[in-house]
């Protein structure tokens, strides 16, 4: 198994687990040829690696469900705070599409939304960047207890996946994809 496979495991391995509708992962430009194999054997259960852009010798790339990303992104309230930072779109492929082309050198901070944070702590964070009551995957604004739930839920998975590759095991035999 490949550097990139195993970082794109440890990484996006709660996505493809249907724990949370996507990552974001940085791997080196250099491989690409695994990051194509994943995404042909993933693309059939509605996955989608999309490239936001490049540091160097690294390649940042998101990694979404579909179905899972359309679901966040349609509800009223994601909606209406998206349309607020200019975005328009009528599928995850589109609102995905704005929020690359929003990406030139930083991180805008809508970007927890596509990745399943709480509105809540999106708003939060922008806000208050200095504030929260908890940091672990994301900086927790609200709902402490549930975050906390969350992240350790995650921890797991992510060892757990860990683990199978570690003994050898591809992504596309954990996740059982072709």
């Not at 994943?38 to 010798?57: A, I, N, P, R, T």
């Not at 469900?65 to 309230?77: N, P, T, W």
């Not at 990745?115 to 504030?131: A, K």
Request: proline letters at 2%; hydrophobic letters at 35%.
């Amino acid at each position: 198994m490949s550097e990139t496979e195993f970082i794109v495991g440890k990484h996006c391995g709660i996505t493809f687990a249907g724990l949370k509708p996507a990552s974001l992962v940085s791997v080196r430009k250099w491989d690409g040829d695994t990051l194509r194999r994943l995404e042909k054997s993933f693309k059939g259960k509605g996955y989608f690696f999309v490239s936001l852009g490049d540091c160097g010798q690294r390649e940042l790339v998101y990694v979404y469900h579909a179905q899972r990303l359309e679901e966040v992104l349609f509800s009223d309230d994601v909606k209406d705070f998206l349309h607020s930072f200019g975005y328009f779109y009528d599928s995850a492929e589109e609102a995905v599409a704005r929020l690359k082309s929003r990406m030139n050198g930083s991180f805008p901070h809508e970007i927890g939304v596509f990745l399943g944070y709480p509105l809540s702590d999106v708003r939060g964070f922008i806000e208050n960047p200095h504030g929260g009551v908890l940091c672990g995957c994301w900086k927790v604004y609200s709902n402490a207890r549930e975050a906390a739930k969350t992240f350790e839920r995650y921890n797991r998975c992510s060892a757990c996946i860990c683990r199978h590759m570690q003994k050898g095991r591809t992504l596309t035999q954990i996740f059982n994809v072709v």
